[in-house]
């Protein structure tokens, strides 16, 4: 099949390569020149790893020309205006498989409602998100990795499966709670950055299991919130995911987090991270749903005190540890 990439980044690029690696033929989209340029002489825009058979083009309605699948591979900061460019350029009906992993902190809405809102509804045809734990840095050297296509469409789930899958290296799964799919995957990242404060800050791997413990509670709250199921989030895309990206220095959130809990200025950690920190806004959406309904977030609340309210990671444990004392819950 011909499948076109928007968004030729550190995952886009190398879905590409997964895509290729299958058989597929692919075509990346970015607006960075420098990056398509990269691709087109068979090198990977942001790892030193080679690439082969990609080609990447600047022009999106060649892309669009090239296939009816798109995958959508940019952060999800520029998913709205991406989409807006798309409808603009569409003339027939496009399958979108979402590999972003966020929630818009303005309206609170997952990629999946921001592509109905943005795609007319003539040009919209089935749409999946594809996730789970799958650091781009381990899967461009084809290293196991296993995730989940999600949608309410059973035939485009199986359809996602079976494009990405080999018996090498990927393996997919297939769901049908694209929400608990969109939400595990947004929130995960703001615990992440927690995870790599307290990692900057000093503290071990006992407090980790505890925050990621912890943290997939408060995942499943959103989730379920949210309108997903509660199990969703104890599989791949919830606590999968939050084990790789909280204990990795492959994750950009970790690291962005790890900074932070070294002491270093939160305006300059996230200025200099070439790469995108997702779970920033990941942290200010999960607030505001706090704000607006009665769920507990005990750690994604102190996340957003020391992200945007200068408060110190010291502090922020001390809350943390200074809460009422209870009993265990496990929901
Ligand atoms: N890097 C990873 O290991 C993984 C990343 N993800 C998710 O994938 C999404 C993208 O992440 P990365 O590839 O890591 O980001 P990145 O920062 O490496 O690359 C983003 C790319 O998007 C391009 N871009 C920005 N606006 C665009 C537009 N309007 N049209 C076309 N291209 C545009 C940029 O030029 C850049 O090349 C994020 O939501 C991330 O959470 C998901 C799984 C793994
Ligand atoms: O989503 C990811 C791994 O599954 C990538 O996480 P980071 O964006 O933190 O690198």
């Known amino acids: 099949m011909k499948i076109s990439l928007i968004g030729g980044g550190s995952w ?3 879905l590409a390569q997964v895509l290729t690696d299958n058989g597929h033929e692919t075509l990346v989209y970015d607006i960075n020149e420098s990056a398509v340029n990269k691709i087109n002489h068979g090198e990977h825009p942001f790892f030193s790893n080679h690439i082969e058979g990609i080609k990447a083009t600047t022009n999106l309605k060649e892309a669009l020309a090239f296939s009816d699948y798109l995958v959508l591979a940019v952060p999800t900061k520029f998913m709205r205006q991406s989409l807006k460019e798309i409808n603009l350029n569409a003339d027939r009906k496009l399958h979108f498989i979402n590999v972003s992993k966020g929630i818009e902190p303005e309206t609170l809405k997952r990629v999946s409602e921001i592509v109905d809102e943005e795609i007319n509804p003539e040009w919209l045809g089935a749409y999946a998100v594809l996730t789970g734990p799958s650091h781009a840095e381990e899967v461009i050297e084809r290293k ?9 469409t059973p ?16 393996r997919i799964y297939t769901s049908d709670d694209l929400i608990g799919c969109e939400v595990g995957g947004a929130i995960k990242n703001a615990i ?17 299991a505890a925050l990621i413990t912890r943290g997939i509670l408060e995942i499943v709250r959103v989730v ?3 309108g997903g199921k509660k199990e969703t989030a104890f599989g791949l ?7 790789v990206t909280a204990s990795s220095l492959n994750s950009r959130n970790f690291n962005a987090g790890l900074r932070i809990g070294q002491g270093i200025p939160v305006d300059q950690v996230l200025n200099e991270s070439k790469m995108v920190v997702e779970g920033v806004r990941a942290i200010a959406a999960a607030k505001d749903l706090c704000r607006s309904s009665n769920i507990e977030l005990p750690i994604i609340e102190v ?5 945007f309210n200068h408060m110190t990671v010291e502090d922020a444990i001390t809350i943390l540890l200074t809460r009422e004392l209870k009993a265990e819950t496990i929901e």
Request: no cysteine.
């Open 303 to 307: 996340a957003y005190d020391v992200i």
């Open 144 to 152: 196991l990795t296993v995730l989940t296509a999600a949608s309410f």
């Open 192 to 208: 992440a950055i927690v995870s790599g404060m307290m990692t900057g800050y000093g503290l071990g791997e006992n407090a980790r």
């Open 224 to 226: 379920v919130y949210m």
């Open 237 to 243: 895309t919830g606590i999968g995911d939050l084990i």
């Open 12 to 14: 886009g690029t190398t």
């Open 155 to 170: 035939w485009f789930a199986k359809s996602v499966q079976s494009l990405f899958s080999n018996q090498k290296y990927l």
